[in-house]
């Protein structure tokens, strides 16, 4: 009996109805080539750990996940990722990857964080703070 190829009987009707597009920046696994478009499904994760004194900790994890048949060269730790907008249309910004794992089925799950860049903000506050700057009236 022939195992069934997850990727192409699963993982693509997945992805062609939940991926959103984006940009990839291959600074570690492709340093010489330039960007190019792609596509993944965005996803975020909740982390709560109840301490002894029983305040809780919250943080979350968000990861993007991609068809590794899709990619020539597989993503690495430092490539970073444009995501324009979520699948919702809420704009998104860079975000570096932090890890990589194979799921095994066709599937790349990356980790990811907001990329903050040496200004130590956000490309999604820069987009912010750039469309909230309105000349200043005279209040008197």
Not at 54 to 62: E, K
Request: charge should be negative.
């Amino acid at each position: 009996m022939v195992a069934p190829n997850l990727d192409i009987l699963l993982q693509k009707l997945i992805f062609d109805f939940w991926a959103i597009p984006c940009t990839f920046l291959p600074y570690a696994s492709q340093p010489s080539l330039a960007s190019y478009a792609g596509r993944g499904i965005l996803g975020t994760y909740e982390i709560d750990v109840e301490a002894l004194d029983g305040s809780i900790f919250s943080d979350q994890r968000t990861i993007f996940d991609v068809r590794e048949s899709e990619f020539a060269v597989a993503l690495l730790q430092g490539d970073h990722i444009v995501i324009p907008y979520d699948c919702n249309g809420v704009p998104k910004g860079e975000y570096e990857i932090l890890d990589v794992d194979n799921n095994g089925g066709g599937q790349l799950c990356c980790t990811i964080r907001v990329w903050e860049g040496a200004s130590g903000i956000t490309t999604f506050q820069q987009q912010r703070v750039v469309r909230q700057r309105r000349p200043r009236e005279s209040r008197w």
